[in-house]
């Protein structure tokens, strides 16, 4: 018999287990060993998920134990869903995403086509250009706090010196305008090198032959770019895209450091409305409703984009 | 045998006297905010740790997660604190969820009188439901919201005559609402010694209860009310108000001319910020600050005064203070109560105000030297007098955080107007008194 792992694999397990392994079928010892692993989903994603949905329903608060439990039945989603204020947030969020992303993108895509250009000091620049996303995103939104600063800010002090304008006339936190700004460009300077080392791999797994082939036909350079470049980095682009958005819809952290959802509810992102009803205003039911017609929402548009992601990796 | 026997009871009595000892001395944890009062209960607490042979430790939490981070703690059953100074408006979530020991036996018992406490502290620290002899917390730290402003400018002889050119009085502490806006108004964007300073520095936080702190510094004055009959939750004509709508104006209009730029989301620590770094001509901020900033050596001592809110219709001062109390949770509450009752003390009282913490024990307040004892102590029992608090309930965060949002809405972010505010804030308290079953 020759000595294979499987070989070596049997004469290792112990005669007990042997034995009482022996007679099942292969599908069997499979379901044992995943067993464990889809126990922990079950217990850690889906019982969690089955029973916000059915505290969704009721008016359960977490820091009132002792209180009567009703079943209100979809009263939650009708306030939620009537509520104007609930729709600004959803604006600001959407705000915030669609710029976000279309920025990350433009600049990320820019600088990876750059990068990916042979020339002195690349991988220098490669690593400067990636330490932001290194970062804490609590220190960044710190540091970015002090960069805003209407009296002695530096991103104000620049500004100025390029608009001639006063550094303390104007107030991206503060002012109502310039806020949901304030927080598209602190996210896109964080996270571009994210979707740029996406788009630089994209770029990097394009065959030169191609090029080579391109030039052989007296394509343009123009041309290669739209008829080769751009198709063959699609698939990596739209991936990025995917995961920004889904990062930047629980976008959290960055946003309370910077403006703690104000001025107003200017900024206030689904999220932090969402932790607000949640942990602080503790009514455990309405932000469970809240939580699953977010879900809903993401997954929704996430199922939709991931099939035209499909789509294009397929062509 | 009988010298045997004798000596076996004697060392048998002294380990069980040792193993005793050693039981009734626990490892104690006082939960508060971490500020300046906090330090000088650290110093006034080494007197308890000698006397009574227990440890003290001590969990200061930063104000801006205060709230969040002992309210997670009690709602979840945590044993972290044995003693908690917990802020006053929690005393009703405190009480009806069961978080604070009810100490009406344990002060019978220790014949603790709650008269012996100045009576505005007691009704806003101590007792559930409001009011009646119910009680929760003994009174720790009494405070309010004032100001303080910067005596060596308004000495100034080219500053006063810039003043009365400017307004045709004299510049003087103001006596009511209007002066303060005026004075601060003034200030705006002066050049002092070749430096550019503002007015005054107010709470606009967002996040905690910032802006509601300062509001009602401004509706208090005004004879805002929570409801029109104490008690019914009857809101609507209360809350929103021509004379409400009216403060809330006022606030706005300082918050635009008289404070510094970028000035959105400031609380505590940016008011003392920008006075000590000498931005602003006056500030806001609760007198358990004022201490700490007559000390301060570039702007304290004799650049420093403090007055209290200045009334309008009616005189009004923000409450701010905590009671301290034993949590519910706590496996050492016969050590806990112990604490309490030696803090109750007078002696411990006069010790504590000497120290910096606020006595609100009549015997220190009532003391014929009390009002001279520091430069701010007379203002303090002033604004004691006129105090008033939000609201208790056991619903108090969804309420706070209501009102959080309207206003600053409106003040900060310039949406709608002062009456659309007010309105919404009550269609807002009603539905968390709704859900509460109370209307």
Redo the contacts between chains.
């Keep these: 018999m020759p000595d294979s792992p499987a070989t070596r694999a049997a004469a290792a397990t112990p005669v007990r287990v042997a034995r009482k392994i022996r007679g099942l079928s292969d599908r069997a010892i499979a379901w044992i060993f995943v067993a464990p692993t889809i126990f922990l989903l079950l217990a850690i994603n889906i019982f969690p998920l089955i029973w916000t949905i059915n505290l969704s329903f009721t008016?359960f608060k977490?820091?009132?134990?002792?209180r009567e439990v009703k079943n209100v039945g979809l009263r939650n989603y009708e306030r939620i869903l009537t509520d104007s204020?609930i729709w600004l947030n959803m604006q600001a969020t959407a705000h915030f995403l669609f710029w976000t992303i279309f920025f990350q993108v433009l600049i990320g895509f820019t600088l990876a086509y750059l990068i990916n250009k042979k020339f002195k000091g690349n991988d220098l620049w490669t690593t400067i250009i990636v330490l932001p996303m290194m970062l804490s995103p609590a220190v960044v939104g710190n540091f970015w706090k002090f960069l805003y600063?209407?009296?002695i800010g530096l991103f104000n002090y620049i500004v100025a010196f390029f608009t001639g304008k006063d550094p303390?006339?104007f107030?991206m936190?503060?002012s109502?305008n310039l806020a949901p700004w304030s927080i598209v460009i602190v996210d896109t300077w964080m996270w571009t090198p994210f979707v740029m080392l996406i788009c630089l791999a994209g770029l990097r797994s394009i065959p030169d032959y191609i090029y080579e082939a391109a030039e052989v036909d007296r394509a343009s350079k123009l041309r290669q770019f739209f008829t080769i470049t751009i198709p063959m980095v699609l698939p990596f682009l739209m991936l990025a895209v995917l995961f920004r958005g889904i990062e930047n819809f629980k976008m959290f952290d960055l946003v309370?450091q910077l403006?703690?959802?104000?001025?107003?509810?200017?900024t206030e992102l689904t999220s932090i409305n969402l932790k607000?009803e949640a942990?602080?205003?503790?009514?455990t039911g309405y932000a469970s409703a809240y939580a699953i017609i977010l879900f809903v929402t993401v997954f929704g548009l996430a199922s939709i984009y991931v099939k035209a992601l499909n789509k294009v990796k397929e062509r | 045998m009988k010298n045997l026997k004798l000596a076996s009871v004697s060392v048998f009595a002294m380990a069980a006297a040792s193993v005793a000892s050693t039981a009734q001395a626990e490892d104690l944890t006082l939960c508060w905010a971490a500020w300046d009062p906090a330090n000088a209960l650290v110093e006034l607490s080494k007197e308890f740790e000698s006397q009574s042979g227990h440890k003290m430790s001590f969990e200061f939490i930063p104000w801006p997660n205060f709230a969040d981070r002992m309210l997670n703690e009690l709602n979840s059953g945590g044993k972290l604190c044995d003693l908690l100074i917990g802020d006053s408006q929690w005393i009703g979530g405190g009480a009806e969820n069961g978080h604070y020991v009810k100490l009406n036996d344990f002060f019978d018992k220790e014949n603790i009188s709650m008269s012996d406490f100045a009576d505005a502290t007691v009704y806003a620290y101590s007792t559930w439901p409001k009011g009646t002899p119910n009680y929760y917390a003994l009174p720790a730290m009494g405070d309010a919201n004032g100001w303080f402003y910067r005596k060596d400018w308004f000495a100034r002889d080219d500053i006063k005559a810039a003043f009365k050119e400017a307004t045709g009085r004299d510049l003087a502490e103001p006596k009511s609402q209007k002066e303060l806006l005026e004075i601060a108004q003034f200030f705006q964007g002066r050049e002092i010694d070749g430096k550019t300073v503002y007015g005054a520095s107010i709470f606009t936080e967002r996040g905690s209860e910032g802006i509601t702190m300062g509001v009602t510094s401004a509706l208090y004055p005004w004879g805002f009310k929570y409801e029109n009959t104490p008690g019914s939750y009857d809101m609507d004509g209360a809350v929103n108000s021509a004379e409400a709508v009216e403060a809330l104006e006022f606030y706005k209009e300082f918050y635009e001319t008289a404070t510094p730029p970028g000035y959105t989301n400031s609380y505590m620590g940016e008011s003392l910020d920008a006075f000590k770094s000498g931005q602003v001509a006056m500030a806001m901020n609760w007198f358990a600050f004022f201490p700490g900033l007559y000390a301060d050596p570039n702007t304290g001592g004799d650049k420093i005064d403090f007055f209290v809110n200045p009334p309008q219709n009616n005189a009004g001062s923000t409450l701010g203070g905590q009671g301290i109390s034993v949590v519910a949770y706590s496996d050492k509450q016969d050590a806990a109560l112990e604490y309490i009752k030696w803090f109750a003390n007078p002696e411990v009282q006069a010790k504590w105000w000497s120290l910096g913490g606020y006595s609100a024990h009549n015997s220190v307040l009532n003391d014929p030297g009390f009002k001279d004892s520091a430069p701010f102590a007379g203002d303090f029992l002033e604004a004691m007098g006129s105090v008033q608090d939000f609201w208790q309930e056991p619903a108090y965060a969804e309420l706070l955080l209501a009102m959080q949002k309207r206003l600053h809405d409106y003040i900060v972010a310039d949406q709608g107007t002062a009456q659309e505010a007010l309105d919404k804030l009550v269609e807002d308290w009603t539905e968390v008194f709704e859900d509460e079953g109370k209307l």
């Design positions: 008016n977490a820091n009132r134990i002792g204020d600063q209407p009296q303390s006339s107030e936190l503060g109502v309370v403006t703690g959802g104000g001025p107003g509810s200017t607000r942990f602080e205003k503790w009514r």
